[in-house]
């Protein structure tokens, strides 16, 4: 059965840092493209960041530079690094998985996307 858990959200200052991590089970992190996406009150659900089974990695143009996924396979674990926060990184974020061998990880669409968590709470404010 998978499962994504997503833990780390919490207020942050602007400019500060904050570290999301999405604990998974049921399958393995080499067989697996993870993303993240992220959803602010009144907009719809955007992909942020994505990892594939591969390791590759794939930016949203929002957040290229100031935020960093990466994953630990030992642990069936991947994180979102956010860097350099701003007011509009205040979202719901979700952890999202798919069982994908070879291609690389999309961004587009929620749809490309089979298993998610339920999400954890993120707010950048003064």
């Known amino acids: ?11 942050v200052q602007p400019g500060g840092s904050l570290r999301l991590s999405c604990l998974t089970s049921g399958f393995y992190l080499d067989q697996y493209n993870v993303a993240w996406f992220r959803q602010a009150p009144g907009k719809e659900r955007e992909g942020v960041s994505c990892i594939n089974s591969r390791g590759s990695t794939n930016y ?4 290229r530079g100031r935020f960093t996924i990466s994953r630990d396979v030992s642990k069936n674990t991947v994180y979102l690094h956010i860097n350099t926060s701003k007011p509009e ?3 719901v974020y979700y952890c999202a998985a798919v069982y994908e061998l070879f ?7 929620k749809s490309d996307y089979l298993y998610w968590g339920q999400g954890t709470q993120v707010a950048v404010s003064s």
């Open 60 to 63: 949203a143009r929002s957040v």
């Open 1 to 11: 059965q998978v499962q994504l858990v997503e833990s780390g959200g919490g207020l």
């Open 103 to 109: 291609r690389r990880c999309q961004l587009g669409s």
């Open 89 to 91: 990184d205040t979202a």
